[in-house]
């Protein structure tokens, strides 16, 4: 067993991806993610990689998108407002097929906002964020450790499915420390095999192009539709969630991320008072735990979705149960973080007069 | 055992550093551990704080809203974190730097002069390991020794001489008991 060792968020998130078998990486600097590109410009070099500090975030995500094409594992890193002016690379990369994997670790919002984590670009992350129809493999962790093992998910599904990859994070989450221990297995990038769509030197064989376009009447809805079987297949298998004390749950909170480890705490203190209260955590956030929650509303009649966002994630639940058991929601917006004790007090005033919903901003 | 700390005082006083010290020791002594820091506009002279999870069990939240123990290291962070901390946990107050007394009765105080004491030890700079090694034997939540062990992982650039003089400010803190 390797040994523990004390790492921030940040840094986990840019070792997880060199370990999985990144090797480019541009980005531009923004708090709270700037232990990303800190920890790539000393750690790139050591593997025969690239790190490139660009002159802005949308020369960074076009950077990517071209390292992307030649078949590399490529990563940039950004927080919310620098996520925004990624989308249209974002987009480009969905309609070219592209497998870029991406670090948003929140930040408050809307406009500049502050540097405190939050969750305020759930929609963004979710909805695709730029223009046109198009998904985003999306994981939301949880903890350091999770950080520094999403990064191998998201290129496995990234490259399997040629569709950008994203690890949805916080502020709290790359800056907090906790002892990480790396269980994902090592990727060597020059063990793969070249994808047999990536460009680069032309030995003899036949063309290939990368493009996000077909002007061709007709053509677009092909290439968009061949592009929506492949969302099907990743809906129908790559699904990850966690459960907590669900088997005897009557409330089941719905959180990610950092709001998911704040409603651990609420939980055993709402167990403590004898609400039988059980924690349903998406982990990938698309897609969306869908068929598992219609599951378990079959028992649970009441579901809280905790989220530091004005309430953004409860839409999922609720097109997901579609009315099949109450959604009540506790939000926290503004990159506040909600605490244990507030989230147990919704729960007790749900429980006692049935309130249907709760917004902690006063 | 579940011991939620905060830390805070002037930056430069060596908070956050003493908060990546108790998490790297709890860590090595094989416990559950988090740290997070405040890491807004902080800055030199200005206040700085951070919160630590040594525990038993599954740390839940990083962030300590209700501290077991709460380390106040300058005048403007008694006032902000006296209020927080747990009915009955405990309060360690520099006073060196700090002149005003704590004012609740529900909580145990514990007065130490870490500046004075980092003064007779010759060294300024150490008066954050006096205030741990307070901690420590109060609370009991993580040996000296661990400390001790973890100084060199943090403090990787400290020659084999400051790290003693560290563990002696540690051993001196140790020694302040509450009445």
Known sequence: ?362 | MYQGIRISGFGGQGVISAGVLLAQAGMMEGKEVSFFPAYGAEMRGGTANCSVVVASEEVSTPIVSTPDTAIVLNEPSLAKFEPMVKPGGLLIVNSSLVNSKATRTDIKVLYVPCNAIAGELGNAKVMNMVAIGAFAAATGAISIDAVARALPKVYKKLKPDVIELNVKALKRGAEIKLN
């Not at chain 1, 699904?239 to 709001?259: F, L, P, Q, R």
């Open chain 1, 1 to 362: 067993m390797a040994e523990k060792k004390l790492m921030k968020g940040n840094e986990a998130l840019a070792e997880g991806a060199v370990r999985a078998g990144c090797r480019f990486f541009a980005g531009y600097p923004i708090t709270p993610q700037n232990e990303v590109p800190e920890y790539m410009s000393w750690r790139l070099p050591q593997v025969g990689g690239a790190f490139v500090q660009s002159e802005s975030e949308v020369s960074a995500i076009n950077m990517v998108y071209g390292a992307a094409a030649t078949g590399v594992r490529c990563m940039t890193s950004s927080s919310s407002p620098g996520m925004s002016l990624k989308q249209e690379g974002i987009s480009y990369a969905a309609g070219a097929d592209l497998p870029i994997f991406i670090g948003n670790v929140m930040r408050g919002g809307p406009g500049l906002g502050n540097i405190a984590g939050a969750q305020g670009d759930y929609w963004q992350a979710t909805r695709g964020g730029g223009h046109g129809d198009y998904r985003t493999f999306v994981m939301a962790p949880n903890s350091v450790t999770e950080m520094g093992s999403f990064p191998h998910k998201c290129y496995e599904v990234a490259f399997k499915y040629r569709i950008p990859s994203m690890v949805l994070t916080d502020g709290i989450i790359g800056q907090m420390m906790e002892p990480v221990e790396f269980t994902t297995p090592e990727v060597d990038p020059k063990a793969l095999p070249e994808p047999d769509w990536a460009i680069g030197v032309n030995h003899n064989r036949a063309k290939r192009i990368v493009k996000s376009y077909d002007l061709r009447e007709g053509f677009l809805e092909l290439m968009v539709n061949e592009r929506v079987k492949r969302y099907k297949q990743i809906e129908a298998a790559e699904v990850m969630y966690e459960e907590k004390m669900m088997d005897d749950a009557e409330i089941a909170i719905v959180a990610y991320g950092t709001s998911a480890r704040v409603s651990v705490a609420a939980m055993k203190l709402a167990r403590e008072k004898g609400l039988k209260v059980g924690l349903f955590r998406p982990i990938t956030l698309w897609p969306f735990p869908k068929a598992r929650l219609v599951e378990l509303s079959k028992r649970v009649k009441k579901f809280l979705v905790v989220e530091m966002s004005l309430g953004q994630m409860v839409e999922d639940v609720q097109l997901s149960l579609n009315g099949r058991a109450e959604v009540h929601l506790h939000a926290k917006p503004g990159a506040s973080v909600m605490t244990a004790d507030e989230v147990y007090r919704t729960m007790d005033a749900i429980v006692k007069k049935g309130a249907k919903e709760y917004a902690a901003a006063k």
